[in-house]
């Protein structure tokens, strides 16, 4: 079994930073990807960003030049570098793995999200 476990989330006023981590514990052979998806009231859950194994990175345009992704492949971690907040990043964040178990299995696991609040 894989957990997923965020933390970092809060609550921010406009133009400011947070930092979001997430550690991925259990049966873990290889990664393919790491991602950080996010969650608006009344909307559908859209891709952040997403880092590969080599450390190739991928954004979407709205948080292009303002968030940045990161891991650690040791210790099985990626972060959410998020600078310049406005109210519209307000949602909820879930950590998202891609990865592949002993057995040769791949699977996807989420973390449980944690909440980013910008008060403008």
């Known amino acids: 079994q894989v957990q997923l476990v965020e933390s970092g989330g809060g609550f921010v006023q406009a133009g400011g930073s947070l930092r979001l981590s997430c550690r991925a514990s259990?049966?873990?052979?290889?990664?393919?990807?790491m991602a950080w998806y996010r969650q608006a009231p009344g909307k559908q859950r859209e891709l952040v960003a997403t880092i590969t194994s080599a450390g190739g990175t991928n954004y979407a345009d709205s948080v292009e030049g303002r968030f940045m992704i990161s891991r650690d492949n040791a210790e099985i971690t990626v972060d959410l570098q998020m600078n310049s907040l406005n109210p519209e990043d307000t949602a909820v964040y879930y950590c998202?793995?891609?990865?592949?178990?002993?057995?040769?299995?791949?699977?996807?696991?989420w973390g449980q999200g944690t909440q980013v609040t910008v008060s403008s």
């Open positions: 998202n793995l891609r990865a592949r178990n002993a057995l040769g299995i791949n699977f996807e696991s």
């Open positions: 259990g049966s873990i052979f290889s990664i393919h990807t």
